[in-house]
């Protein structure tokens, strides 16, 4: 019996028609009527393609490939557009080497192995908003053209390994739930992954090209707002063009040893990276730092710079007193990129201390705070102001000038021991400042 088919779903909603109008047999799902390559997998028992037996799903595949084979025997002038928006392939599809005219796979699911793997894509690839349920492969195939993987959602790994772009590839909000192979890859347009997800380890080294010496490259790449939630490796690439890292977080330390930076490579804040507390993390920050220093890039430079210093310490590459200098470096400055945090901890200190030095005052009955007390925090406020500005103020007095202040009771060394605490701790905040002011502004 036959049923009209109800054609294929977009992600937001919206139907469309079914573009085989050809298929005479239909099947029935959901109370709704399907052609055979629109119909559901469904749950077992519900009349899908999840109840097809073995050889069902293999002569599915095996009709997909023959209207590939088809169209590519003709000549190159009357070759049409193959559009499989929305099919549903219940097995395993292996186009290994085929020659792929204009294709659009749009919505199509994939529910078994999708083999891509030297293709040959001599025009434009539609693969958005595909959902690839086991292994994606697309190792060694050929993109002439525009490739479009916008919105795709991969939940098994994919790979790209050694793959051929030679026009745009779009990945942005691509979803990859296992691990991503791009090793070997070249790109010679634009690569745009912004807002993608990455929940597992995503690999882009690219190392020499044979024949040449020269090391794999992108032009332009763009991961604006992506999420690399496992490790992730841009070892042995050449940036040629802008460079947009701004992600929403690096999980794992970026690998970018052996690579060519780009002068127009923009990094998120240091709050997008995560992993702090291993070696690896560390020359891996290093690698990054040294290239920002080659650029003059200086807050990037200063930002990973304060990344590989805590990594080291965090790590236990720091120990005794190198890691306690470490950690008052970073609590005092943020490793120096931070010129307000000494600025505030100065005042701090010089307020602290006035109200300390006044309620000694107080209530050690040298003078009354009800009817001295203008007079007791104007003179305890100038006294720590003193401390802050003239090092060792406090010792640079003769016992009766000290005694002048009418701050401290006998004997005075209470007095000089407070001074002296204020005195180093203020001048490791100006050194703390003058350290930040120096990574930010210096040339």
């Not at 595949?61 to 590519?72: G, H, K, L, P, Y």
């Not at 290093?286 to 890039?297: F, K, P, V, Y």
């Not at 406020?381 to 005694?403: G, M, N, T, Y």
């Amino acid at each position: 019996m036959g049923y009209l088919c109800a054609g294929w779903v977009e992600k937001d909603g919206k139907r469309h028609k079914c573009q085989f109008t050809e298929e005479a047999d239909g099947f029935l799902f959901g109370l709704q009527g399907y052609c055979r390559f629109h119909l559901p997998m469904g749950a077992e028992g519900e009349g899908g393609k999840t109840d097809w037996d073995d050889e069902a799903k293999a002569a599915f595949s095996t009709a997909v490939i023959q209207r590939f084979d088809t169209e590519m025997t003709k000549p190159e002038e009357s070759r049409a557009a193959l559009y499989f928006a929305g099919i549903v392939v219940p097995g395993r599809l292996d186009l290994h080497g085929k020659k792929i005219p204009d294709v659009s796979f749009r919505c199509a699911v994939f529910s078994h192995f999708a083999v891509f793997s030297d293709a040959q894509f001599s025009a434009y690839a539609d693969f958005r908003e595909v959902e690839f349920a086991a292994d994606a492969i697309f190792s060694g195939a050929k993109f002439s053209a525009y490739a479009d993987f916008r919105k795709a959602r991969f939940f098994s790994p994919v790979v790209f390994s050694d793959a051929q772009f030679f026009g745009p590839v779009v990945f942005s909000e691509a979803q990859f739930a296992g691990s991503v192979d791009f090793s070997e890859a070249q790109f010679s347009g634009g690569a745009y992954f912004s807002n993608a997800q990455f929940s597992g380890d995503a690999i882009f080294s690219g190392g020499q090209i044979p024949g040449s010496g020269n090391i794999r490259s992108f032009k332009w790449l763009s991961f604006a707002s992506a999420v690399f939630a496992g490790a992730v490796d841009f070892s042995d690439r050449q940036f040629q063009g802008r460079t947009d890292f701004r992600v929403r977080e690096f999980k794992r330390a970026p690998r970018f040893h052996g690579s060519v930076l780009h002068q127009d490579t923009a990094f998120p804040r240091i709050e997008c990276f995560h992993e702090r507390d291993t070696e690896d993390a560390a020359r891996a920050y290093q690698t990054l730092r040294l290239a920002m220093e080659n650029h003059r890039a200086r807050q990037a430079e200063g930002m990973f710079f304060a990344l590989e210093q805590e990594s080291r310490r965090r790590s236990g590459e720091f120990t005794g007193i190198a890691k306690w200098i470490s950690l008052a470096y970073e609590k005092g400055s943020s490793y120096g990129l931070s010129i307000m945090r000494p600025l505030w901890a100065f005042f701090c200190i010089f307020f602290v201390s006035a109200t300390i030095v006044m309620h000694i005052t107080a209530y050690s009955g040298v003078r009354s705070l009800g009817a001295d007390g203008p007079e007791i925090a104007g003179d305890a406020i100038v006294f720590s102001f003193r401390q802050s500005v003239i090092p060792f103020d406090a010792f640079r007095q003769r016992p009766e000038e000290l005694k002048k202040w009418k701050l401290f009771p006998e004997p005075q060394g209470l007095f000089q021991i407070l001074a002296a605490i204020q005195s180093v701790l203020s001048a490791l905040c100006i050194l703390l400042l003058v350290l930040a002011v120096r990574w930010r502004y210096r040339r």
